[in-house]
């Protein structure tokens, strides 16, 4: 079969051949695969950062973010069936903590964890992929279209849920309902696709979202915010600390620039009692310079919280295809605008290597139903 594969370290990045993947075990699940998103993480690892290849090998199969159709089934599987839809999750355990024990890699307490398309084990960018079942989430057949969304939103679920709970366990009004989205003032700062569908969420629990960027109000980024409901800041005209004196300071902060200055800076923009979320991961290395005392005793004595959230577990990618089925309801069609770039297998050191001012999510398609 086909694989896209990189040299780690380098920025080559060529489609090879590979054996086809066969199950070896009853709990494993072959799926073919349809679509295969690119985010920051690929375009990373493709120009020589971030990424680790399987012990003993020089390269590695990227692509993290699959969309399948199941194939094959070992005699054990019961969460998904041949002929259905599915993705599988990015993280493998370390064996060896407890968090692992419980499924819960994404939040592995030894750090000896492996991801697929990232550190140690190869990706999901090749015709055929086989991951044991514990991995694989179903994805329903109206939500086709987009479903390739699915990991990113789980990363969205995840640090939504995460801030979500810690309000819930601090303030006490928070515990006293579970919508306490609803109605709060949130900003979502950098609008890819990660701030997209942060900013997607919110509006579904019934925030009032505000999206934060530095491009043109009348681009597609921002106009796809405006169509569900957010309302876009430009921060080229609205500097991070006259975020609060202008719109208000923001009970919820969701960050995915990873502009490490504007992300600190923007705490700033925090209520009181207000949480910030950061999911950005900063390409490289970076020295920024920050009023370190004043936000430093802000976020004590504003009893902020700051958390960073990285990954998801399976339930974070049954929230996602649960707010899939839900947004596509709400906006049909909508969802679709959010991929703007297709590319064959042939074409990904192009797709990898470059970034068109209006691209929101970038796919490689391997196979069309
Ligand atoms: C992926 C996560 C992964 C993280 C760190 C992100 O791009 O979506 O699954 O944990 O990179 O490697």
């Not at 003993?56 to 839809?85: C, F, K, Q």
Request: with cysteine.
């Amino acid at each position: 079969m086909n694989a896209i594969v990189i040299t780690p370290g380098t920025s080559t990045v060529r489609v090879v051949q590979r054996p086809d993947p066969v199950i070896a075990r009853p709990d494993e699940v072959k799926v073919r695969t349809l679509q295969v998103g690119i985010c920051g993480t690929d375009r990373e690892e493709a120009s020589g950062g971030r990424a680790e290849a399987p012990e003993g090998r020089t390269e590695l199969v990227l692509g993290h973010e699959i969309l399948g159709e199941v194939v094959e089934t070992g005699s054990a599987v019961t969460r998904v069936r041949p002929g259905d839809l599915a993705v599988f999750t990015v993280r493998r355990g370390c064996g060896r903590c407890l968090p692992c024990a419980m499924n819960r890699s994404d939040m592995c307490l030894t750090g000896e964890f492996r991801e697929r398309g990232i550190r140690g084990l190869d990706g999901f960018q090749a015709e055929y992929v086989v991951d044991r079942e514990e991995y694989v989430v179903r994805i329903p057949g109206e939500i086709a279209a987009i479903g390739v969304l699915t990991e990113p939103l789980s990363i969205v679920e995840k640090a939504i849920d995460e801030a979500v709970r810690i309000q819930f366990a601090r303030l006490p009004a928070a515990s006293a309902t579970p919508d306490w989205l609803h109605g709060r003032r949130c900003l979502v700062a950098g609008l890819g696709p990660i701030g997209l569908l942060a900013a997607m969420v919110l509006v579904l629990r019934g925030a009032e979202v505000h999206g934060l960027d530095i491009v043109d109000p009348d681009t597609p980024r921002p106009r796809w915010l405006e169509h569900i409901g957010g309302s876009y800041v430009d921060g080229r005209t609205l500097p991070a600390e006259e975020i609060a004196t202008k719109l208000g300071p923001m009970e919820l902060l969701f960050e995915s620039t990873g502009a490490p200055r504007l992300a600190f800076n923007l705490l700033e923009a925090l209520a009181l009692n207000g949480v910030y979320v950061l999911t950005g991961i900063p390409a490289g290395h970076c020295v920024a310079q920050l009023p370190a005392c004043d936000l430093a005793r802000d976020l004590v004595l504003d009893n902020q919280v700051m958390i960073g959230s990285v990954n998801a577990a399976r339930g974070h990618f049954q929230l996602a295809v649960d707010d899939l089925v839900l947004a596509q309801l709400r906006w049909p069609g909508h969802l679709e605008r959010l991929i703007t770039d297709r590319f064959s297998p042939e074409d990904a050191p192009d797709a990898l290597h470059r970034h068109s001012a209006d691209e929101i999510k970038a796919v490689i398609e391997w196979y069309a139903r």
